[in-house]
Every structure is written in C-alpha cells, then in structure tokens.
C-alpha cells in the first residue's frame, strides 16, 4: 500500500468515529452551537467531538469493551449535547460532530441501568398508548402543578416543560374504525395511487389532525393512504442512549416497510424528526446496513419534500385559496439533517395571501426530549429565547413548523398556536373550495 | 425542485459577493456551501493587493495587473468598483470599513506581537493605520486568563524595531492584563465567549470600566493608542465600539485572533443578511454532490442529502469553492490537481514540481498559481478549443489561476472582484453590452 493510497482510503472512510481526522481545530462548530450559546456546562462541540474523540479511539478503532467513564468520554460534558446537528452543517472540513457526540452519549451510558427518566422519555409507544387510554385523567395529572412538582422532584421532568396533550383516540384507532386501509386488504392501489404513512407517535398519540390534514392533503393530489403496522421510530431511544431498544423498533418498522418499498410505494412522514431517523439514523447511529433498512430508507419522504416534489412535476393541486395572515416558520434542526431546503416555505409561497416568514433562528431549545429535563429545561428555554421574542413580536396567531417537539415548545413559550404546515396547507385548500 | 437563476457554490467573500449583488439586483439566488468558509479563518480585512514595493493597494493591483497570467490582468479595472460597493453595503449593515485603494498600505500590529501590511481594515481596526507620532504610546490591554492575546508578550514584541521593519512605530509600548468580573476560574475562554459578553450591556459597562481604569494606569496621561483583543461585540459591535471609544482614555483597536475570526463573522453576518434580506437564499451546511450539464449548459445542482439528492434547477452557476484550502481543488494521490464537481481543466504544475527543496521557500510554491484558466468573462476555459468549456458557469475567488495570494495578498481583493464581476455578468446591464442573456435577464427586466 503506498501513501497515496492511504490518503485515498482515509478520504473515503465514511465512518462517523474516524471523521475527527479531518478536524482542522478552526472552531467553526463553537460559533454556531446553541447550547455553547448559552451554558458554560457544555464544552462546545470540538472539545466534546473531534478533540476528546482521541480518548475514546485506539489504532483507528473505538476501543471497546466495558465503557469505563474515561474510556467513552473525558467527562460527562457531552451529555449536555442536545444533538440539533448544526456543528455537523457548518464544518468545512466534513466532521460528523453530532454524530460523533451522540455516540459518545451513548456510550457513556452502556453497560449502565439507564435513568427512568431516560428510560421512560425513549418509551413513547407506552406513554402515548397508556395516556390515551387514560386521557382525561392523564391530561389533568399533567396539567396540574403540584403534581408536576412531585414528577420533577422524583422523575426529573421539569415541571414547566411542554407536554403535549394526548388525544382522546389514537389516529390509528380511529383509522381502523373508519376500514381506512392497513395493508390487509387483497387488492392495494398501486405505488402510483397510494402511499404508505408512517404517523409516528405524535400524530398517532397526541395530534391525529395532523395525520388526518396529512392524508386529505395527500388524497386531494391523487394518493391513497396505507398505514400499516409500525412502532415508534426509535429516536427518542438514541437520544436517550439506549441503542438496543432502538435498533428492536428500527427492525420492527423496516420489516414491515421495506416489503412496500420494494414493491415501489414511498414512505411518508409528517414528523420530520421520524423521517431522518428513516433516512439516516438507521444507518448511521444504529449502524444498521441490511437491505431491508437501505430500502426504507431511499423510499422515505418528508411531507413536504413529498408535496414540493409533485409541484415540481406539475402535479400539485394549486387550488389554495386566501389565507390573509402572518405565519412566523421555524425550520427545526431535524429538517436541516434531511438536507432538502425548507420545503414548507416553497409550499406557503403558492397560498395566496399567506405571509410565511423563516423566523431565521438556530434552535428552539427542546431537541427532542433534551428541554423536558429538569438540569436541561433553563438551557433549552435560553436557546430558543431569541426565537420566541420573534415568534410574539410578528403579532401573529398562528405560527408553523415542521417538528412536533419544537411546536410544543414553541406554543408553550409564546401562546401562539404553532401547527404542522400541512395543517396551513389543508387549511389553504378548504379556503379555496370555499370560494368556489 | 426548486428553481434558481443563479446557484452561487460557496460561502467565501468570492461567492458572498456574487449573491449578495445577484440578489440586490433582483435574480432569484440560491447560495449553497458545504460549510463556513473562509471569512471564519481571516482577519475580517479587505487585503487588495500588496506586491512588494506597492505603497497603496491601487499601485499593486497596477503591478499584479502587468503580470499576464495574474486574474488582475483582466479583473484589475474591477476592483475599485467592487469594493467600493460591498464597502458601501457593509457600512449599511452597521460595519463600515475604512481605506480605499488610495489608501497607503501600513504596518499594524498582530496578536503575536508581529506586525502586517493592510489598508482596508473594519473600522474597529482603523486606528492602527495612522503614522505614529513621536510621543505615542501603545498601551495592548486584553482580558487576563485569554490564551489567544498575552499583552505583556505582545507589547515585549512589538517594543523591538525589528518587528516594524522600518515602518514608523510607536516609541513606548505596555502590556496589561485586566481582570474582568467572574473570568478568573476560567481555563478556556475563547473570542467567541468574550465576544457575546460584550454584547450584553451591564457586562461591558463593568468590563469597560475596569479596561479603562488600566489604561489610564499604565499610560500615565501620555497621547496613544490601545490595541484590544477582537472580541468588541457580535450582534451588538456597532454599539459596543461606539461605547468602548467613548470610554477608553486612547484611541482603541481591534487586533484580529486565531480562528474563530469575530471580525471575519461580522463580516459573514452582515453580507449574509444582505442577501437573505433581498430575497436570497443560503443553504450551508450542503455539499455538492454533482452538478448536471446537458449540451454544454448546466440545467441543475445536486446536493448530497439523506437518501435522495437535493436537487435545485438553475440557468447559471458561479463556482466560488475555492482553492487548495478551501476544497475547490482536490490534490489526487496519482499528483493531479482536479476540480472535482465540473472537471474543469485546472493549470497546475507536474508532481515533480509540487515538493521542494526548501521548506517555505521565500520564492513561493509554484502549486500556489494553480488553478482554473478563464476566458474575461470568467467562463471556465477548454485549453483544447480555447474557448468557454461552458456557457453558464463562471469561476470567482481562490480558485482562479496565476494568483499568489499569500504573497500578493490579493486574496479578497480577487475574490470580490471576480464574485461582482461574475453578478454583473449575469445581470442585464443597461451601462454596458449585456453578455447574461439568458431567461434570466429576460425575468428580471420584466
């Protein structure tokens, strides 16, 4: 092998871990980080990612065996990474800090019996499934101060964090109720006719209407909707550091969804965050690389990828009507991974009449579940500060955004009702049938 | 897919430049980079062109000019124009800068106690460019604890003249290192902390206070100057200069740090909200991937994403990646110098030629010239037919052969010229014969 060829081979490495390689130590990810922004608890991601990476590398491998706290991190400081991904975007150099970060986190908790905060914060099927069976009750526990109090004093969930609330019936229950279509039935619409929805767990738990504006929206431009069997995408497990659990959910979706991938049906999400787990995570933090999870991911779509795509084929249905006001976007980290612009601000630019404006800032502070904990809920406020200034000061009544953590966190910051664009875009179409 | 008139491919000052101008003159532009760029590594200086023997940047554009092979030879005319422009917009952005290309080039001193020759600096640096008076002192004050800036080892430096080569220079200097309010415990501060500290306004009364309070100590009332760590305010620099000079007993400046450059991020901030402000789009933090042509015209730009490409339709694209540094020119293991995206024909030097014997040698490193040949419309030249390899595409900033910009120092002087000449090549101009026809004049004129 001569240098040449270790050079070329170094540069190929697509490997998270061996990416700190390539850090020049220009501090570019310290300037955009919005934790680093805010808290002195957080070293900031060079000196979390690429510089302390070395203590957790070995002859170009992580060293592995029993994660003892010094082997996986110098220190605990990473998890105060809330893994919004911006220092992975703006490194000139290609570094997959947050990656690299989010890893670490992991590793800091493996072998170790996880937190029941954390353990319960990755169970959303559970939490979702059991407080809607209970949703009145669960909803009042939830809302009530001293309660909160006790949750935050035992559990470690900040009292004043968004919850959001749960739905008195599940979109999948209420699918099923209506014969909406699961996959059972002997003839499906083809890959042309139809798509395959993924809910996720907060439309299915918490905002069926959303789900239920998805599969209008999509119906009115010609496509079926099949929801079949799915679990949790398995996110909120990583972010939480528990990669097993998470790899089981992976593996439960992919079985299901690959089958109708590979018959040429694309997967659709309204959460942008479960999209990404699809198209990337799976891969990259699970480090799965069977077929079944490749497959997925090429045929998964972020909705309003999906939607501006058939635009830019002529096929989308431009019937909106008038929607006279101001909506205040944020465009959530979760949609800067996917790397396909800000769909949702293309859309709003065919509403007639709708002043959409990208409120223009890094983070909102939740990140998943980061702004729920009790040490973390001041920092994740901080973060998004700026940005609730902006979303109150528009005098609007309405604001959107493509992640549901980041509407809940938005909406109990400001007061303003913050709804998923395809929700705007139902809206637009209904104002136009109106007129007619 | 979303369309664009112009795709501008880096987030340089070359390719700030081109969408900043696009987007004022109305084009439908979108900015795609791979990540920040170099305004995050420099000075946050307009470096023009200082050839050895030239007193004012215009008389080394006038001697890069000569040079045939220099992009000067054909950009030269462009300079003055295209930095008085961006100037102009900077200072409506809230960071004026100061010097022309009439302005003499002069010695300022630099974070490590050596000095550098500029002209046009942001105003927060331009108090160094004045001639030192006989009875000046300079007083170099900065946060104790800071790593990047020591005053005492800076002022140590620059007392020795040597380090002025034969410029004029201050005949006393002193270091202080002021304690400021709650830094003592901390081992890693950087400019970027300092910075935001000082834009928030009860910090920095306090922390001005006692800056002032030292200055006034070691200078004992003699006239000076004071050289300060890069670190007055981000967001709120306007304000906190306009404070820091107020309160200083000396005329104060800012002497630029290592990397994270804040003079360099005020710099990207202000242009960035120019462009977003006049409709256009950035996009960082995406790499291009391809960059699809059909019948020698680009028709689109593919990004890497998460699964499928990012895929945006265009009628122009300015290839503003850079050089070496910056990615634009990818050196292979086989001793090719390629640019990757489009295969343009990049001039460079045989393998043999690319190790020398002296380690920086003062004659300079024959790789440095390398680069992209352009017809002067910046349209990318095929050597085998001589003309435009391609009709829509033009080259800006680093990348563009026969510069050496580390000793010319042409480096933004090029990149700005060649990112507004590329805007204007594009654009319909009624002052001179349109050379973009493309449906994007047809668009904006209408």
Redesign the interface.
Known sequence: M????I??EAALDPHVSSSADECLK???C???CPV??VTDLF?GPK?EGPQAQRFRMAGGQQIQGPASTHVASPDHSVDYCSGCGWC???????VKIAEMNNQARGRLREGKRPKLRDWGLGQTDLTGSLGVAFSPLANFVMANGPIRALIEATIGIHRKAPVPKWAKRSFRSTWKRRGGETGASASLPGPDKAIVFFHGCAANYYEPHVAEAAVAVLKRNGFETIVPEQVCCGLPLISNGLYDEARERACTNTKVLAGYARAGYRIIGTSTSCT?TF??EYEEMLDLHDDDTKVV??A?WDICEFL??LH?QGRLDTGFGRLDEDLPYHAPCQL??????LPAL?LFALVPGLRATDM?HDCCGIAGTYGLKREKYDIAMKVGAPLFEKVKASGATTAACDSETCRWQIEVATGVRTRHPVEILFDAYAAGDAAR | MPHADVVVIGAGLAGLTAAARLAEAGAAVTLVAKGHASTHWGAGGIDVAQPDGARTPAEGVARLAALDAHPYAFLGGDVEPAVAWLTKHLAASGLPYVGTLETPIRRVPTAIGGTRRVAIVPDAQSAALAPWEPDEILVVAGPAGYKDFWPAAIADSLARESVWQGADRPTRVVGVAVELAGLASRNNLNALELARRFDDPALRADDLDRIARAVARVSGGRRGRVALPAVFGLDGHAETWAETRARLPLRPFEVPLVPPSIPGIRLWRALRGRIRAAGGRIEVGEMVARIEVEHGRVIAVEMEAATRSHRIRTDAVVLATGGIAGGGLVATGEGELVEPLLGLTVDAPAFDDWLLREALDPAGHPLEAAGVRTDHGLHPLDPATGRAALANVLVAGAMLAGQRALRERCGDGVAIASGWRAAQELLPDTTRTPVGQGPLATRIES
């Open positions: 001569t240098i040449a060829d050079i070329r220009c501090n570019v310290n300037t955009v680093l922004r070293a000196y992975t975007t703006a490194c000139p150099a290609g990404h198209k990337a991911a090429g998964t501006l795509d830019d800067r991974s996917h790397g396909i612009g293309d223009d």
